[in-house]
T-cell receptor, first 114, second 114 residues
């Protein structure tokens, strides 16, 4: 079964500094990988996905993520964090083969300090 | 375009009471699912449906029932509420279970069991 690890509970970063949220995954086959963001009292919103092709994926709000097959990682990055980026971020993975369900990580709280 | 609509947004129940959480989507998605979100545990899949008339259990199905009589609606029923079911519940939909397309989430139902 597929699984995701998000090792840090909270990431603190100063406004204007680079932001990185870490994600590693485990699947039997090749992965579909997703990042979602959750603002207070809202549902999850899709940020970006990796399916195939270029390892660097660009998404909404200036976020990007790099797929690294050898390290089974899919870290989310933003070059310059904004206070409005403060939210809960979830990584998710699905095995490309068959009808496997989407597995979510436990989430990372990002706090951008003004 | 409403997307995924969940009602109610908030609910307080007493132990032993039953209730139904409503979920409707207007995107003609085949795949619908229910998750619960608890602090530090990410999202856990309760039940899912790959189309009208078809439902199946997720990771944590005990104490919950679902049905899918139409493509649009996927209600979640709590049979006899317990304090352990205090959580935030999210409904999500996507084109299909095996799709590489992201899931669309409702804004959640915040449920407290006293």
């Amino acid at each position: 079964a597929q699984s995701v690890a998000q090792p840090e509970d909270q990431v603190n970063v100063a406004e204007g500094n680079p932001l990185t949220v870490k994600c590693t995954y485990s699947v039997s086959g090749n992965p579909y990988l997703f990042w979602y963001v959750q603002y207070p009292n809202r549902g999850l919103q899709f940020l970006l996905k990796y399916i195939t092709g270029d390892n660097l994926v660009k998404g909404s709000y200036g976020f990007e993520a790099e797929f690294n097959k050898s390290q089974t990682s899919f870290h989310l990055k933003k070059p310059s964090a904004l206070v409005s980026d403060s939210a809960l971020y979830f990584c998710a993975v699905r095995d490309m083969r068959g009808n496997n369900r989407l597995a979510f990580g436990k989430g990372n709280q990002v706090v951008v300090i003004p | 375009n409403a997307g995924v609509t969940q009602t109610p947004k908030f609910q307080v129940l007493k132990t032993g009471q039953s209730m139904t959480l409503q979920c409707a989507q207007d995107m003609n998605h085949e795949y619908m699912s229910w998750y619960r979100q608890d602090p530090g545990m990410g999202l856990r899949l309760i039940h899912y449906s790959v189309g009208a008339g078809i439902t199946d259990q997720g990771e944590v199905p005990n104490g919950y029932n679902v049905s899918r009589s139409t493509t649009e609606d996927f209600p979640l029923r709590l049979l006899s509420a317990a304090p352990s079911q205090t959580s935030v519940y999210f409904c999500a939909s996507s084109y299909s279970q095996s799709s590489n397309q992201p899931q669309h989430f409702g804004d959640g139902t915040r449920l407290s069991i006293l």
